[in-house]
């Protein structure tokens, strides 16, 4: 799909014209999730990652107020000094951003936006956005869900963090008509920790099973995505009770801070990494290491479905 905005890079662009598997990733990880220079080791760690599975990364951002689907050596570490800096692009942002030639890190709704636009099918990211705690008072919800709803890409993430409302969030994909598939587990898996109490939609336990089901949906003619929830590796996962007790501190903080909004989430994960002594951002890397290879696998599975 050709857009006057968007920037595709070359080497994605090859692949995308050879039927070759691509995964889309986001920015905000680099300029919102971790302090320089460990965001960027990440971010080219991730890349590496999905190039040893055997597909393209495609790491999506707005420069300079052109829509990327790629990015450079150097725009990482650009995007990773510039660190909070850089606007948190959501859907409502984009126009404003490019019309004013500015930067955007993109969320999932945003890089599932433009990963569409360029025509990626698979995303791999961290955790998605949610049904904030509280919602039916403050309708606190984010565009992620909705993005979903709507845009046919796969998003394989580990599940939502446990600062949301989780069953909400569910009940609202649910509404939406989006599958939510759980990767070797019926329990949805809550970011941090392997469990959460609540069931996955489907159980799913090989990348081509989840390339097929994408696949049909697809050719069924169902708009919206699909939300795959990868659990954290055994090794790294957090003990439940220790990350619980930490994200209800930090909600109460916010609260009384009178924090709200988009400035929820920034602040409740520095501060669970405060409360639990830096473990949450170590497991944070290795959950999304493990999303890359899940994706990159299925990618390569949905590109074989799709020259038959």
Do not use: W
Not at 56 to 67: D, K, N, S, Y
């Amino acid at each position: 799909m050709l857009n006057k905005y968007l920037d595709v890079a070359p080497e994605v662009q090859a692949a995308l014209d050879a039927g070759k598997p691509v995964v889309a990733l986001e920015s905000t990880i680099i300029s919102h999730g971790m302090p320089y220079p460990q965001n960027v080791e990440t971010a080219l760690n991730v890349e590496k990652i999905i190039r040893e599975n055997g597909a393209v990364p495609a790491t999506i951002a707005v420069i300079g107020g052109r829509l990327k689907a790629g990015l450079s050596k150097d725009e990482i570490d650009y995007l990773g000094k510039t660190g909070t800096k850089v606007a948190k692009a959501s859907r409502r942002d984009l126009p404003v951003l490019v019309a004013e030639g500015r930067d955007g890190a993109t969320t999932v709704t945003t890089t599932m936006i433009i990963a569409h636009m360029a025509g990626i099918k698979i995303f791999a990211t961290g955790g998605i956005g949610g049904v904030h705690r509280g919602a039916q008072q403050t309708f606190d919800i984010s565009a992620d869900l909705e993005e979903l709803a709507h845009t046919p890409v796969m998003v394989v993430c580990a599940g939502a963090k446990s600062i949301l409302d989780l069953g909400l969030t569910l009940e609202y994909l649910e509404t939406h008509g989006v599958p939510v598939i759980g990767y070797g587990t019926e329990e949805l898996p809550a970011f941090y920790t392997r469990k959460s109490g609540f069931k996955v939609d489907y159980r799913i336990d090989s990348p081509a099973e989840l390339a097929k089901a994408f696949h049909v949906k697809r050719e069924i003619g169902l708009e919206g995505g699909m939300l795959v929830t990868n659990p954290i590796p055994e090794e790294y996962s957090m003990d439940h009770e220790v990350i619980n007790k930490a994200i209800d501190e930090a909600v109460e903080e916010a609260k009384k801070l009178g924090i709200h909004g988009k400035e929820t989430t920034p602040f409740l994960l520095a501060k669970i990494k405060d409360l639990t002594g830096g473990d949450s951002l170590a497991s944070n890397i290795q959950l999304v290491y493990n999303n890359a290879r899940l994706a990159a696998r299925t990618a390569a599975e949905l590109c074989a479905l799709e020259k038959n």
